[in-house]
């Protein structure tokens, strides 16, 4: 009996090649060490990322490496924005040239296929892109894309964007193993982004810190008063890169005024005088102490607005801090940023500006505590002059005067008595001039007190007049004319006092200084009047200098009547 063959076959090898079949070993090795070499790059790029730890850079860097990995000809990277909407703030692109990049305009903002992987961030793979529900379809000018894979990046549980990456090199579709090394570039690219986060926080922090001690060690100078507030709002302006501070200050929370303003040409004086803050966010955050965020300024009843003051920007979103000190919270620093500049709002920390706020306001208040000190020294050494002059130089001043009148009745020389007595007026003159004297180093803030300022000119003007015009002063004169009418009102007076000595031959000369709504400064003579023919240059000035404070100056004159000048401007 014949034994079975019982040798073993392989059905259909014997119908493969031998070429075949080595070409197909041969590919699947390369295969292997196509994703030992890929697994590699990965581990360099890991490696590599931090060595770049500025955010954008690093941004940038992971969509190169992400076209290697992948094998594909475009990539992008979209960062997700804050709010509910979760659209696309930020899209670094790798890939398009420039041209490209110009003639396809505006860059994507998270809709159709983009923002599908926002509201479901999964990896996603796609054949052609053009057939998939969401897909919008491309712009002019965008070059052709087919196969697609997006993957999200995240930083611990939330998501920060997605990576997306088209048109697969050498045609075909993105791949499984595509997919598992773009994930895990993903999961790095995360961490990596999140140390670059965490720098720039450091950075921006020790911004502010430094900040905060050059504001100190300004204030701890000679700065003072609306130059110290302005150095404040400057300095927090340029940290936090907003495009408009602000500060608002007061006794209290129902006598707050603008006071400074950065980074926009302002007529703050007018402002504060016409500006009610009332329902104000400046009121608000005095009130409750917190600070305050607004996401559209523009659109905020409490705001400022346009319309009430000229040259104020349209303005978005914007943090209100208060400037509190050991005394309580004395006004508040606002920074505000255009809708176009968004992000740089999203960047701030909140903390920041308000621990900037803190030491600033403490820093203020140990600066006015050093000026106040400076002044009561002042006062008490004008306190001491006026006792010397007063106790000494005027009691002998009265001896002597005393001592020649009694000499005057020892003899009968009508010379020597009409002398004597001469020189007795001159010492009454002089205890007057001493007097007044004593009485203007007890006025506080002499130097930038108006009242005491008219008071001198007005006596100036006596020497030339040979009487003295009357003076009177109606109104809070000290607190309501601000440093910016006080300079020209004081021309004004001067240039009037000047032409009533000079032209007006008169016998008598009033002055009268009102402080209201309006402040009004007239002077009036009794003199021979304006000639029928005269040069107005210096009425001309008193004009100008008027209307360009929003006032007027109205000159009446009667023939043999006297003069009258009324000079009038708006307190602000």
Not at 179 to 200: K, P, Y
Not at 294 to 314: H, K, N, Y
Not at 329 to 338: F, M, N, Q
Not at 415 to 423: K, S
Request: proline share 5%; net charge negative.
């Amino acid at each position: 009996m014949q034994e079975p063959d019982v040798r073993p076959t392989v059905t259909g090898l014997s119908d493969t090649g031998f070429d075949d079949l080595l070409r197909e070993v041969l590919n699947r090795v390369h295969g292997v060490l196509d994703d030992q070499a890929r697994w590699r790059l990965l581990l360099d790029a890991v490696v590599t990322m931090a060595a770049d730890l500025s955010l954008d850079g690093l941004l940038a860097r992971i969509v190169e490496i992400a076209t290697r990995l992948a094998g594909a000809e475009y990539a992008a990277l979209g960062v997700l924005g804050v709010g509910p909407e979760r659209r696309l703030r930020t899209f670094v692109h790798h890939g398009m040239t420039p041209v490209q990049v110009h003639e396809i305009g505006d860059l994507p903002t998270g809709h159709g296929l983009l923002g599908l992987i926002i509201d479901r961030p999964q990896p996603l793979r796609l054949h052609d892109i053009a057939q998939h529900a969401e897909s919008y379809g491309f712009p002019a000018g965008h070059p052709p894309m087919s196969s697609f894979l997006g993957v999200p990046v995240r930083i611990r549980d939330q998501v920060f964007g997605n990576l997306y990456l088209t048109e697969k090199i050498g045609g075909g579709d993105f791949t499984e193993q595509d997919q598992d090394i773009v994930v895990a570039l993903a999961a790095a690219a995360g961490v990596a982004i999140e140390n670059a986060r965490l720098l720039e926080e450091a950075a921006r922090r020790e911004k502010w810190l430094s900040a905060t001690a050059e504001i100190t060690g300004l204030l701890s100078g000679s700065t003072s008063g609306s130059d110290a507030l302005q150095a404040v709002a400057d300095r927090a302006r340029e940290i936090s890169g907003a495009d408009l501070a602000w500060v608002v200050a007061g006794d209290d929370a129902d006598h707050l005024a603008l006071r400074v303003v950065s980074g926009a040409d302002i007529d703050v004086p007018h402002a504060a005088a016409t500006i009610s803050m009332d329902r104000s966010l400046a009121r608000d955050v005095i009130r409750t102490g917190a600070a305050l965020t607004v996401e559209q300024l523009s659109q905020d009843p409490r705001a400022f607005s346009t319309a009430e003051i000229p040259g104020w920007p349209e303005l978005g979103p914007a943090i209100i801090v208060p400037l509190r000190n050991s005394s309580g919270i004395e006004g508040v620093l606002a920074l505000a940023w255009t809708p176009q500049h968004i992000a740089g709002y999203i960047a701030v920390d909140a903390v920041l500006p308000s621990s900037f706020a803190e030491q600033a306001a403490l820093a203020l208040q140990v600066a006015q505590a050093r000026e106040n000190q400076q002044r009561l020294a002042l006062f008490e050494d004008r306190d001491r002059i006026g006792r010397d002059l007063h106790d000494l130089v005027i009691q002998r001043l009265f001896a002597i005067g005393l001592s020649l009148q009694s000499t005057a009745r020892l003899t009968d020389e009508p010379a020597v008595v009409d002398r004597l007595n001469t020189a007795v007026d001159d010492i009454d003159a002089t205890i007057k001039d001493v007097r007044r004297s004593i009485f203007a180093l007890g006025s506080p803030g002499d130097a930038a007190d108006i009242q005491a300022e008219v008071t001198r000119m007005v006596d100036r003007a006596a020497g030339t007049m040979k009487f003295r015009p009357s003076l009177r002063f109606e109104g809070p004169v000290r607190t309501l004319i601000s440093s910016t009418v006080a300079p020209d009102l004081l021309a004004v007076l001067g240039e009037a006092l000047s032409n009533a000595s000079r032209h007006a031959h008169a016998s008598a000369v009033r002055v009268e200084l009102t402080a209201g709504a309006d402040i009004v400064l007239v002077v009036a003579d009794d003199g021979a009047g304006l000639p029928a023919t005269v040069n107005e240059s210096g009425l001309r000035y008193m004009r100008q200098r008027a209307e360009r404070l929003g006032g007027r100056c109205l000159v009446t004159s009667t023939p043999s009547a006297g003069t009258r000048v009324e000079w009038t401007v708006p307190a602000s």
